[in-house]
């Protein structure tokens, strides 16, 4: 029965190798940190991690998974509204809208199910989705779910937005969904042009929030932190999965009639298992870790910053970034491979990307920084980059 249907997927899976696009898995054997074991025992730096707080291996964050294993036991073996709902998920709940300074949240497994959950029972074919071209893929699947008319326009491009608002004109119900990091390039959304834009074509507005939050405004309250639009946006979605502690789950925070809306009808929620009860009491741990002190931004924010200008002194060509993300532009798809590759010899973990996750000809190595970086770590980036660089005729 399956003879057919093997020799289909082998060939189709040397095509991809022969393109040259087969995805291999590296596998690290320490806990995730700046410096980990990788392969058979290799010690290296992580470059590329989304660990942007360094809190994937934060003792606090262990002791209150922990405590909670004691307390609340391992798992809740129920979707929420039937009896996967605890203290410590309605706890973490009320944290997320905290930090956020939203009306209400509801969580999910990951933001991948946040954002496919997030579409479908908000709008119908008479409403309008209005969707940046880089967005997310989660994003794209949780639109192609919904029966919305849709809208794309190029990445930040207010122009193409107001066109697209216009024509929107003729739906019911607008909204415009955005990432608020781009995770190839670093940029942040343009939130304040956006919101002026929805404000004059009345229309919402939904942030994805995934590689913001934690990092993004200067106490890492994310976008509507740095735009001033606290309490302003009616939909952001973000993960627990990377600057916050990096383990998994998902939420929506927003306004409260758009959140019990999704307790009702969201299929991600009424179908699908609660977050274990150890993942929600380190994450209350992590927001209350937030509201105590503003250290790991601003180790973030600096070691950005000393990062890419030491970077840019050394010759390379760096993509304008407003995140703790910096794309290293080679521009051709086998060097940023073997650069990668090299750079692993030299102990520095990152990982080079090309067409079709960027465009064609945009070939780059993405660095991402993290709170959890010492200075002599960045130093030893640096010095490795330049290395590299020489050696394969990137740097003069
Ligand atoms: C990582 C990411 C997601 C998915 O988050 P998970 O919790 O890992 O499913 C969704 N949206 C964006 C923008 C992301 O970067």
Avoid: W
Avoid at 153 to 161: D, S, V
Avoid at 167 to 188: C, E, K, P
Avoid at 267 to 275: A, D, H, M, V
Wanted: aromatic share 8%.
């Amino acid at each position: 029965m399956y003879t057919d249907f093997q020799k289909y997927l082998e060939s189709e899976l040397q095509s991809i190798k022969d393109a040259g696009l087969y995805k291999e898995e590296r596998v690290i054997t320490s806990p995730q940190k700046a410096d980990i074991t990788v392969g058979k025992g290799d010690q290296v730096l992580n470059f590329c991690a989304n660990n942007y707080l360094g809190l994937a291996n934060s003792p606090e964050l262990i002791k209150a998974a922990k405590e909670a294993l004691d307390t609340h036991g391992y798992g809740m073996a129920s979707v929420r509204f039937i009896c996967g709902t605890g203290d410590l998920q309605k706890k973490l709940e009320a944290k997320i809208s905290e930090f956020f300074g939203t009306e209400d949240t509801i969580l999910y497994t990951s933001c991948f199910d946040a954002n496919g959950g997030v579409f479908e029972p908000l709008l119908n074919e008479q409403d309008a989705i209005i969707s940046d071209s880089l967005n997310h893929a989660s994003i794209i699947d949780g639109v192609r779910l919904c029966k919305a008319q849709r809208y794309r326009y190029a990445n930040a491009n207010m122009e193409e937005l107001e066109n697209c608002l216009k024509t929107a004109q003729a739906q019911r119900h607008r909204l415009i969904v955005t990432d608020g990091v781009f995770s190839m390039d670093g940029n942040v959304c343009p939130l304040d042009k956006i919101y002026a834009l929805a404000t004059k074509y009345n229309a919402m507005v939904m942030v994805d929030e995934s590689h913001s939050a934690g990092v993004v405004g200067r106490t890492g309250r994310g976008t509507t932190e740095q735009f001033n639009l606290r309490g302003k946006i009616e939909i952001l979605t973000g993960t627990l999965g990377k600057a916050f502690g990096g383990a998994v789950g998902g939420f929506t925070t927003g306004k409260k009639e758009i959140i019990a809306m999704l307790r009702q009808r969201s299929r991600p929620y009424l179908f699908s298992n609660s977050i274990p009860p150890m993942v929600a009491a380190a994450g209350i741990r992590m927001f209350e870790m937030m509201s105590e002190t503003n250290k790991l931004q601003d180790k973030l924010h600096s070691n950005t910053e000393y990062f890419v200008a030491k970077m840019k002194a050394a010759g390379f060509d760096i993509k304008p970034t407003q995140s703790a993300i910096c794309a290293v532009m080679l521009y051709d798809a086998p060097l940023s491979q073997k650069f990668a590759a090299r750079l692993q010899d030299e102990g520095i973990y990152v990982t080079g990307f090309y067409y079709p996750v960027v465009p064609k000809g945009q070939a780059r190595i993405r660095v991402q920084v993290s709170a959890g970086h010492e200075v002599e770590h960045l130093d030893k980036c640096v010095a490795a980059f330049t290395k590299i660089g020489k050696e394969l005729g990137v740097l003069k």
